[in-house]
């Protein structure tokens, strides 16, 4: 079964600054798509970022990137120009590519952007 | 463009009833995911709905169950209530079950309390 696991429950950043989530998985497969999701104090999970597995090339979108190790089964998350509306938990998501697969999400890490 | 929606925002049952949730999909999705979400944890999942049937089951005993209707909205039912089933239950939506869409769009979720 996959895991995914985020060693950092807490983190604090100020605001403009850059921070890193980290994110790493176990899994045997070799075709499969990752996700940070946010979910802000109003609850509502929101998709960051998606990478597949496939693509050597990392994601970004916008002041969100991320650094995918495949090697290292290594999914992390930077923040950059953080801002007071990206105070939130952070989940992090593996599935499975092929037909149905559901996410397995990882514990989640509670960043806290500080004026 | 209506996202995911769920209703009721918020429950409260006592040991040993049922409770129905309701979820309504994103415009233009057809297969609906539910996870359990414990306070402080990530989501886990429950089960997938796709043309009206379940296709992929977490590991949750069968007092969980749901129901797909053909418009694709779907029911979260949980029977005899345990106060352990306390938590933020969410409904996810995709495209195209027919063709793989890994992203899922969340709804708010429904807080369930158990007492």
């Known amino acids: 079964a996959q895991t995914v696991t985020q060693s950092q429950p807490e983190m604090s950043v100020q605001e403009a600054e850059t921070v890193t989530l980290s994110c790493t998985y176990d899994t045997s497969e070799s075709n499969y798509y990752l996700f940070w999701y946010k979910q802000p104090p109003s609850r509502q999970m929101i998709l960051v970022i998606r990478q597949e597995a496939y693509k050597q090339q990392n994601a970004t979108e916008n002041r969100f990137s991320v650094n995918f190790q495949k090697a290292a089964k290594s999914f992390s998350l930077k923040i950059s120009d953080s801002q007071l509306g990206d105070t939130a938990m952070y989940f992090c998501?593996?599935?499975?590519?092929?037909?149905?697969?559901?996410?397995?999400f990882g514990p989640g890490t509670r960043l806290s952007v500080l004026p | 463009d209506a996202g995911v929606t769920q209703s009721p925002t918020h429950l409260i049952k006592t040991r040993g009833q049922q409770v129905t949730l309701r979820c309504s999909p994103k415009?233009?999705?057809?297969?609906v995911s539910w996870y359990q979400q414990a306070l402080g944890q990530g989501p886990q999942f429950i089960f997938q709905?796709?043309?009206?049937?379940?296709?992929q089951r977490g590991n949750f005993p069968d007092r969980f169950s749901g129901h797909q209707f053909p418009n694709y909205s779907s029911e979260l039912n949980v029977n005899a209530l345990l106060l352990g089933d306390s938590a933020l239950y969410l409904c996810?939506?995709?495209?195209?079950?027919?063709?793989?869409?890994?992203?899922?769009?969340f709804g708010p979720g429904t807080r369930l309390l158990v007492l």
């Open positions: 415009s233009g999705h057809d297969t």
């Open positions: 996810a939506s995709s495209p195209r079950g027919d063709t793989w869409q890994e992203t899922q769009y």
């Open positions: 998501a593996f599935m499975e590519a092929f037909y149905g697969q559901n996410f397995v």
């Open positions: 709905y796709y043309e009206e049937e379940e296709r």
